[in-house]
Nanobody, 117 residues
Framework: QVQLVESGGALVQPGGSLRLSCAAS????????MSWYRQAPGKEREWVASISGTGVVIANYAGSVKGRFTISRDNAKNTVYLQMNSLKPEDTAVYYC?????????WGKGTLVTVSS
């Protein structure tokens, strides 16, 4: 069965750092593009970052996180990461892992990140 399990969410202070992990299983991980999305209470889910699968590695970021967040993947571990630095209160949200290849896609259940003093 396909599984995407996020971990690493926590309560952190503004300006702090956190690294999220998403462990994948049940599908050919390395052939899928991977993304992170987030959803704050009362707001729509928004795209945060993506990294390509097989081929030239390309990473893209939402303007709100560019320069602060870094997405990466370790295909040997079937894991995608999101390194978050210089965190702001507006980064508070449930962060979701997402896998996609052609017309197949999968979502994780999310991990909560709270940025507050």
């Amino acid at each position: 069965q396909v599984q995407l399990v996020e971990s690493g969410g926590a309560l952190v202070q503004p300006g702090g750092s956190l690294r999220l992990s998403c462990a994948a299983s049940g599908f050919s991980f390395r052939t899928y593009g991977m993304s992170w999305y987030r959803q704050a209470p009362g707001k729509e889910r928004e795209w945060v970052a993506s990294i390509s699968g097989t081929g030239v590695v390309i990473a893209n970021y939402a303007g709100s996180v560019k320069g602060r967040f870094t997405i990466s993947r370790d295909n040997a571990k079937n894991t995608v990461y999101l390194q978050m630095n210089s965190l702001k209160p507006e980064d508070t949200a449930v962060y979701y892992c997402y896998a996609a290849r052609n017309h197949m896609d999968f979502w994780g259940k999310g991990t909560l990140v709270t940025v507050s003093s």
